[in-house]
């Protein structure tokens, strides 16, 4: 049985706690859940709540990216695949002009942030390719967006069947930072307008095709170079 601390932790606790927070959110799934509840069970051990960890961390590996338009497709759909990466990886993103040119914004942790950029990449490309065999440009961007949904809801299935008791509090800091983030340096962002299906079999097909695409590869080698992140 864990036992509870009643002396104050040192720094080095609290910055153990705060590492492990920060690799509950690996797109390694054993290696996120391991930390979780390492993170939970010191918690426990010396009776800290997550806003005192929070208190001390203060978001500070919080950051943005900027990520330029990849294949063939505009804001609508590049921002829909864009918004189904960052809400299954801890992150949230706008839609904004950077040096001149419309920019893809990812706030998030540095980890989170990488995923979701290789990730976007490959799928922008793949779904281009695969969009291809239709002709029209509406039919082209209902077959995207239905790709781009399909992607959405396979990582919210991913990220419910990983949360657990012990991970839900860490989701919320997580996201409370991102917010904190977004809120204090882009007070003022509008709603972009909502995509239009106007093409339902193309959308289906988009769909049928997005249940396919392989969401590890394309980021597996990559971060396990720059971080021995994945296993």
Do not use: W
């Amino acid at each position: 049985m864990t036992s509870i601390q009643t002396e104050k932790p040192n720094d080095s606790i609290v910055e153990k706690i705060a590492k492990l927070i920060a690799l509950s959110s690996s797109p390694n799934e054993h290696e996120a859940k391991f930390a979780a509840e390492k993170a939970q069970e010191l918690l426990l051990k010396y009776n800290l709540e997550m806003s005192d960890i929070e208190a001390r961390k203060s978001g500070e590996d919080v950051g943005e990216i900027h990520v330029g338009m990849e294949g063939e497709f505009g804001v609508t759909v590049n921002g829909f695949l864009v918004k189904a990466l960052t809400d299954g990886y801890f992150c949230s993103m706008f839609i904004s002009s950077h040096n001149g040119e419309r920019t893809l914004t990812i706030i998030g942790e540095p980890v989170n942030m990488i995923a979701v950029r290789y990730l976007y990449t490959y799928l922008a490309r793949e779904v281009s390719r695969l969009a291809k065999a239709y002709r029209g440009a509406k039919q082209r961007e209902s077959f995207a967006l239905g790709f781009a949904e399909e992607i959405r809801q396979r990582l919210q299935d991913k990220l419910r069947a990983a949360t657990t008791t012990s991970t839900s509090s860490l989701i919320t800091i997580k996201s409370e930072a991102v917010d904190l983030y977004k809120n204090t340096l882009y007070p003022n962002l509008s709603r972009g307008r909502a995509a239009t299906i106007s093409d339902p079999n193309a959308y289906r097909s988009g769909r049928s095709e997005g249940a396919k695409a392989n969401l590890n590869r394309p980021i597996e080698a990559t971060l396990n170079r720059r971080n021995g992140l994945l296993s």
